[in-house]
């Protein structure tokens, strides 16, 4: 076996002598393989990686290790004889790895989320060496023994999912730090951990599992309803719809980037036009997209006066090709005035669909590739 990121030597190697003192039936491993580039050149064809371990439990579960080329990212996957996954350790090439561990009731649901907190502890984070498989056993046993109920929080952030009665998740929480997410009524809560977009791509993004949580209608509606996002507790984007149509997006700021700001988007029906409305938090100014039979017509900034300071006017000359007039509002004569005009490819526009994309307009790009509820 190899040797790989980990939980420090000590912390396990005494956790795991403690839990042998005190079971009969300890777990054991009945079987482990092997595979790299070295001694497989197809590896990676076949599997999809370079490096690949894979042990199997006594009790009939198993762990599996990947590791991909470029930008070598890594994963190991806990699995139990229900094939859920009890546990993950992940990393990107240049950030340190992520442990999670999962807990379910008896009706197959997520009921708990365990964090190993690496800001608390990071010094406990090192190398430990196994051999022949005692590296994923060790871990194996931690995750056995783990007290969801009464965590240790200078170790371990857990999040817990609460059902109610009707098998509807209701609320998440976080202990120790308090986080908390509460359906009001009408609505649940779907809770589940997915990987982030570059999770095999990104040396520094990557190699990272998200709990996301979409509150959501509880039943069918009318057509009038919100949707709200959550990415390990942050809210993320904010849909209103009416009459089954997304007519309002509101983007919370993303952390990884400095200087995003919440943006709110609006669609209206004036004229037989749809107008779409996009205000940024901290600026004034306002950025109008106009369409009409499908076609983009006008694109606009307004100052906070309602003045068009800039803009932008399609039209649609030929088969196959857009015209494009754009202007610029010259203050001494109070008016806007032409700048250009360019001729483009009918093929090179957008559709108005982009208009209401929600991971179009903000920059949760990494967090979700497609956002899973529609109505």
């Known amino acids: 076996m190899k040797k790989w990121h980990f939980l420090s030597g000590a912390f396990i190697a005494a956790f795991t002598v403690f839990l042998a003192c005190g079971d009969d039936k300890a777990l054991t491993i009945t079987d482990s393989v092997h595979m790299d580039e070295h001694g497989d050149p197809d590896i990676q064809e076949r599997l999809g990686c370079i490096d690949y371990d894979s042990v199997t ?28 996954w009890i546990a993950t350790i992940s990393g990107a090439s240049e950030v340190s790895d992520q442990y999670l561990v999962y ?18 502890y990071s010094d406990e984070f090192g190398e430990f060496e196994g051999k022949e498989g005692d590296t994923y056993l060790d871990f194996r046993l931690v ?28 609320e998440v929480f976080e202990v120790p730090t308090g986080k908390r997410i509460k359906a009001p009524e009408g609505y649940k809560l779907e809770v589940y951990v997915d990987p982030c977009v570059s999770f095999w791509a990104s040396d520094l993004d990557g190699g990272r599992f998200l709990l996301k949580v979409d509150m959501v209608p509880l039943a069918s ?8 996002r959550f990415v390990d507790f942050m809210p993320t984007i904010d849909e209103y719809y009416e009459g089954g149509q997304r007519c309002k997006i509101v983007c919370h700021p993303n952390p990884s980037f400095t200087d995003n700001v919440r943006t709110t988007k609006t669609r209206s029906v004036e004229n037989g036009a749809h107008i779409y409305v996009t205000k940024y938090e901290g600026n004034s100014d306002t950025w109008v997209h106009v369409w009409k039979d499908g076609r983009l017509r006008e694109e606009r900034r307004e100052s906070r006066y309602g003045t068009t300071l800039e803009a932008e006017r399609y039209s649609y000359p030929a088969s196959g090709k857009v015209k494009v007039e754009s202007l610029r509002y010259d203050y001494r004569a ?5 700048v250009s005009v360019e001729i483009k490819e009918r093929s090179d526009m957008r559709s108005e669909a982009e208009e209401m994309n929600p991971l179009r307009v903000s920059l949760w790009e990494n967090e979700y590739d497609s956002l899973k509820y529609s109505e």
């Open 143 to 170: 995750i056995d023994n783990i007290d969801f109920d009464r965590p240790d929080t200078t170790r371990h952030i857990v999040s817990r999912v609460v059902y109610d009665d009707d098998g509807y998740a209701r």
């Open 334 to 338: 109070k008016r806007l005035k032409p």
């Open 57 to 84: 439990f006594s009790d009939g579960s198993y762990a599996v290790w990947e590791l991909k080329r470029a930008p070598m990212n890594r994963l190991t996957r806990y699995v139990d004889t229900e094939g859920r």
């Open 103 to 120: 807990n379910y009731d008896s009706a197959g649901r997520l009921t708990h989320f365990l964090r190993f907190d690496e800001k608390l």
């Open 221 to 228: 509606t009318d057509g009038t309803y919100f949707v709200k």
